[in-house]
């Protein structure tokens, strides 16, 4: 912590830092914790600074993609195209066009309609895609309602009674290949219970799959494991080991049945600070407020969708106080937490934002025309 001190005080704030050393032994702990053959596709919206997609690349998983430009930076990164795999419910006919051209290994795909425009865009081109079906499970994830993906209602996916309705036009279409069923029921997921029901949904809908004589040489289930918000100092890297096991205990697996994982946030979510420093401190008769230089623009994720970030003060101060701890946007939603205890905090005082290494970067933006916030890495 001392050598960070300085570091950071000799910086310009905000800015991100990201802990490479943490990063790697995340990598290491989900690679000891796959003792079943899982492939492992990282999602690349979670981050996709270069640093962090190069260890990523050489801990060997492949990428997890939503756009066309997404499967564009993992190529350029290296990923080979028999790793990547696309979702989106909105993919356009130029992504499409683009990742056939480049041979992904599969898109998964959001509905009826789509799939008939991947046979018609591959069928021009004289190729096959691969696809997955992306199904709807209508099981809740437990989490906050605007990342769950896979609850009814959601626009993810479609429902399997929808997909076993369409199996006749899935097997007229000829320039698809369907290898098998895709799912993600949303994000920061920390019931395993959740996954486990999961599996039970899967392996119903296989079985009547099977049944039709459809052969699915792969699954992939999806990601979504959350990491601890709270305590990050705790617990910097997540329990692989317990998540891969769900799976491995529950799914009844097909004979050579491959099984894909698509995980973005329990990879790169705590080795990323948001460091800043605070500019002002205001009472009020209601509210005693710290304001920050980062704000919305930098981390999005309270704005958006209500979440909390853990705040680390570097003040030596003894004494503490509450803090409603702000940015500098104008909106009222650009807030980080309410009657936050802090160190006694003065204008100056550097304060860390912590685990805002997924969904962090990848959001930040410039209005209020402000800057876009840099990135250090601790190598
Ligand atoms: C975002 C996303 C993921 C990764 O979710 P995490 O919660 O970061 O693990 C996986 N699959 C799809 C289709 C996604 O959109």
Same mark, same amino acid.
């Given at each position: 912590?001392?050598?960070?001190?300085?570091?950071? %005080?000799?910086? +310009?704030?905000?800015?991100?830092?990201?802990? /490479? &050393?943490?990063?790697?032994?995340?990598?290491?702990?989900?690679?000891?914790?796959?003792?079943?053959?899982?492939?492992?596709?990282?999602?690349?919206?979670?981050?996709?600074?270069?640093?962090?997609? #190069?260890?990523?690349?050489?801990?060997?998983?492949? =990428?997890?993609?939503?756009?066309?430009?997404?499967?564009?930076?993992?190529?350029?990164?290296?990923?080979?195209? %028999?790793?990547?795999?696309?979702?989106?419910?909105? $993919?356009?006919?130029? &992504?499409?066009?683009?990742?056939?051209?480049?041979?992904?290994?599969?898109?998964?795909?959001?509905?009826?309609?789509? !799939? #008939?425009?991947?046979?018609?865009?591959?069928?021009?081109?004289?190729?096959?895609?691969? =696809?997955?079906?992306?199904?709807?499970?209508?099981?809740?994830?437990?989490?906050?309602?605007?990342?769950?993906?896979?609850?009814?209602?959601?626009?993810? *996916?479609?429902?399997?009674?929808?997909?076993? &309705?369409?199996?006749?036009?899935?097997?007229?279409?000829?320039?698809?290949?369907?290898?098998?069923?895709?799912?993600?029921?949303?994000?920061?997921?920390?019931?395993?219970?959740?996954? $486990?029901?999961?599996?039970?949904?899967?392996?119903?809908?296989?079985?009547?799959?099977?049944?039709? @004589?459809?052969?699915?040489?792969? !699954?992939? =289930? @999806? *990601?979504?494991?959350?990491?601890?918000?709270?305590?990050?100092?705790?617990?910097?890297?997540?329990?692989? +080991?317990?998540?891969?096991? =769900?799976?491995?205990?529950?799914?009844?697996?097909?004979?050579?049945? +491959?099984?894909?994982? #698509? /995980?973005?946030?329990?990879?790169?979510?705590?080795?990323?600070?948001?460091?800043?420093?605070?500019?002002?401190?205001?009472?009020?008769?209601?509210?005693?407020?710290?304001?920050?230089?980062?704000?919305?623009?930098? /981390?999005?994720?309270?704005?958006?969708?209500?979440? %909390?970030?853990?705040?680390?003060?570097?003040?030596?101060?003894?004494?503490?106080?509450?803090?409603?701890?702000?940015?500098?946007?104008?909106?009222?939603?650009?807030?980080?937490?309410?009657?936050?205890?802090?160190? +006694?905090?003065?204008?100056?005082?550097?304060?860390?934002?912590?685990?805002?290494?997924?969904?962090? #970067?990848?959001? $930040?933006?410039?209005?209020?025309?402000?800057?876009?916030?840099?990135?250090?890495?601790?190598?």
């Amino acid at each position: 912590m001392k050598n960070l001190r300085s570091f950071f %005080s000799a910086r +310009e704030t905000p800015f991100y830092y990201y802990d /490479l &050393e943490l990063l790697d032994a995340t990598l290491m702990a989900l690679s000891s914790a796959n003792r079943y053959g899982y492939h492992v596709h990282y999602a690349l919206k979670a981050n996709n600074n270069t640093p962090i997609l #190069e260890r990523i690349k050489k801990a060997g998983l492949g =990428v997890d993609c939503v756009s066309g430009n997404e499967v564009k930076i993992g190529l350029e990164h290296g990923f080979k195209s %028999s790793n990547i795999v696309l979702a989106g419910v909105g $993919k356009t006919d130029k &992504e499409i066009g683009y990742a056939i051209d480049q041979n992904i290994f599969s898109f998964n795909v959001e509905s009826i309609q789509e !799939l #008939e425009v991947i046979d018609e865009i591959a069928g021009k081109k004289g190729k096959k895609a691969n =696809v997955s079906i992306r199904i709807n499970p209508a099981i809740e994830a437990g989490t906050h309602h605007y990342i769950t993906t896979g609850a009814k209602g959601n626009k993810f *996916g479609i429902s399997g009674e929808q997909l076993l &309705e369409s199996l006749d036009l899935l097997k007229s279409l000829s320039n698809v290949h369907f290898i098998g069923l895709h799912y993600h029921i949303g994000s920061q997921i920390t019931d395993l219970n959740r996954f $486990k029901n999961l599996c039970e949904r899967v392996n119903h809908l296989q079985k009547e799959l099977q049944a039709a @004589g459809f052969s699915l040489p792969h !699954l992939n =289930v @999806g *990601g979504g494991l959350g990491i601890d918000y709270e305590n990050p100092q705790e617990h910097p890297i997540p329990d692989f +080991e317990a998540y891969f096991r =769900v799976f491995h205990e529950h799914l009844k697996l097909l004979p050579d049945q +491959e099984v894909h994982f #698509e /995980l973005g946030r329990s990879i790169v979510g705590q080795c990323g600070t948001l460091v800043t420093r605070a500019l002002y401190l205001k009472e009020s008769d209601h509210s005693n407020f710290l304001i920050l230089d980062a704000g919305m623009t930098d /981390l999005m994720r309270p704005a958006l969708y209500q979440a %909390s970030h853990k705040i680390v003060s570097l003040s030596e101060a003894q004494n503490t106080r509450q803090y409603d701890v702000v940015g500098p946007i104008c909106e009222s939603s650009d807030a980080f937490g309410k009657s936050i205890t802090l160190p +006694e905090t003065k204008r100056g005082d550097i304060l860390m934002i912590c685990s805002a290494g997924a969904y962090g #970067e990848t959001m $930040k933006n410039s209005y209020n025309a402000r800057d876009l916030a840099p990135a250090y890495y601790s190598e």
